[in-house]
């Protein structure tokens, strides 16, 4: 049953990168895979030998023995715990695309726009190259890759030199994200676990993680596409930019910001703090709608766009791109169905085992060093979250031991090797629908650069500690 557990995931993880041969959205592949793979997990629940907790990062002891009534138990107490997790990163990210939605209805981002004064390609690359790394840092990778693509989306008109700087902020904001401990939800993880604290987080991965970023779009600025300067279009707008854009672009912005402050205040999980942020938001939106919009708009407008008007929040969250948050859950929910089995986690094992080494308290070998490099490729082709957790479950080092530190570099980073091996690259390909070959074949390989560069630089600063 296992093994058609992996068969189901494999065929539907093709079926989603062949998105556009096939002709079938890539949210369909996903929720079809997420669903039989539970379905076999329930029918052949008798059968299986283990079962990981995932709270505890542990398998469950005497789990073949438990009474078929004590399995589904359990099977549903995971299943539970796992939509519960899946589902506070989509809240936060409904409340986050919600936010930039109406930073937009107000033309906030306009505001940013204005302060692009190049339209030389490589200015702008750097430019978006260093917000997207600076960003990330302090609110997410996800959010700051939703952010960075909108006001990108207002400046570049050509889709096809766009995908470019998409797929460069995907690496850049990843990158970004390795060296803060709300940077990324694997980091958040080591964080939270109590094996990384944030000064040595910082200490040891600042300097690749930059490098991660800088080395890729420096390459990058000497591709033909990067060549020469921009050509904006100058549209005449027949609405006039609200008055209130730039008061909406940093109450927006700054709510974001506030979210990881109320979570370390408060301990809560980051959606509390954005659900808060987008009250707020909200509050104020529908304070100046009303002055946004003049009577006359009203009579040519059809019934719906008027209740639009009246309310930002509505029409904010009529814009969101809920497929991309459906394929979120799909694919998750997949990726846990493997957690749960211990799929993942013996493979983790069997790693430890075939290198002993890897446990030493000594610095690395150049062979448990390329172990976790493989965790950064996992990372790209499987999830860095449920690869994080296994290895939380596997190793025993303390607290701020290097290992730690490279397994957050390389499951951050990692995934920026592949569209769909990070969330901030899944969003992107929703918003810009970036097709899965295409970033394979041109920027994959830039990613792995800065992904090698970055560890050889790791290798290198885990030694002044």
Request: hydrophobic share 55%; with cysteine; glycine share 8%.
């Amino acid at each position: 049953m296992e093994a058609a557990i992996i068969l189901v995931f494999v065929i539907g993880y093709l079926a989603i990168t062949l998105e556009h041969n096939l002709k079938v959205d890539k949210l369909i592949p996903a929720l079809v895979m997420m669903a039989i793979c539970w379905a076999l997990i329930s029918l052949g629940l008798e059968s299986f030998p283990n079962w990981f907790d995932s709270a505890k990062h542990s398998l469950v002891e005497g789990f073949a023995g438990f009474a078929p009534e004590e399995k589904m138990h359990l099977m549903e107490e995971t299943l539970l715990h796992h939509l519960g997790k899946t589902a506070e990163i989509l809240v936060f990210l409904l409340g986050a695309m919600t936010i930039v939605e109406i930073i937009d209805y107000f033309d906030g981002f306009s505001t940013i726009k204005d302060f692009v004064k190049t339209k030389k390609k490589t200015k702008i690359l750097w430019l978006f190259g260093f917000l997207a790394f600076i960003l990330s840092a302090i609110i997410d990778n996800l959010t700051a890759t939703i952010v960075l693509i909108s006001i990108l989306q207002k400046i570049v008109k050509d889709r096809d030199v766009r995908i470019w700087y998409a797929g460069l902020i995907i690496i850049a904001a990843n990158a970004g994200g390795a060296w803060s401990p709300i940077g990324d939800v694997t980091t958040t993880m080591l964080w939270i676990g109590k094996k990384v604290s944030t000064g040595h987080l910082v200490g040891y991965l600042f300097v690749p993680s930059f490098l991660c970023m800088a080395v890729p779009t420096f390459i990058a600025s000497f591709l033909p596409v990067f060549k020469g300067n921009l050509e904006i279009e100058e549209v005449e707008e027949e609405t006039t930019k609200s008055k209130f854009s730039s008061i909406m672009l940093y109450l927006g912005l700054g709510a974001i910001v506030f979210v990881p402050i109320f979570k370390m205040v408060t301990h809560l999980p980051p959606y509390v703090g954005m659900m808060l942020s987008l009250g707020v938001v909200a509050v104020f939106a529908e304070m100046y709608s009303s002055s946004k919009f003049s009577i006359s708009d009203f009579n040519r407008a059809e019934e719906s766009e008027a209740h639009a008007h009246h309310s930002p929040v509505h029409h904010s969250l009529s814009k969101i791109e809920l497929p991309s948050i459906l394929f979120f859950l799909g694919i998750l929910m997949a990726v846990a169905a493997l957690e749960s089995l211990g799929i993942l986690f013996e493979f983790a094992a069997s790693l430890k085992e075939g290198m002993p080494m890897l446990g030493t308290e000594l610095h690395h070998t150049g062979v448990s060093d390329l172990v976790m490099l493989l965790l950064g490729v996992g990372s790209a082709v499987i999830d860095n979250v449920p690869l994080v957790a296994a290895s939380l479950g596997m190793f025993s080092e303390p607290i701020d031991n290097e290992l730690w530190h490279f397994v957050a570099f390389s499951a951050g980073t990692g995934g920026s090797m592949l569209i769909i091996g990070s969330a901030a690259g899944v969003v992107a390909m929703g918003m810009e629908k970036i097709d899965f070959f295409w970033y394979l074949k041109k920027i994959s390989w830039l990613a792995a650069i800065g992904f090698l560069v970055g560890s050889a630089a790791f290798m290198v600063t885990r030694t002044l500690f």
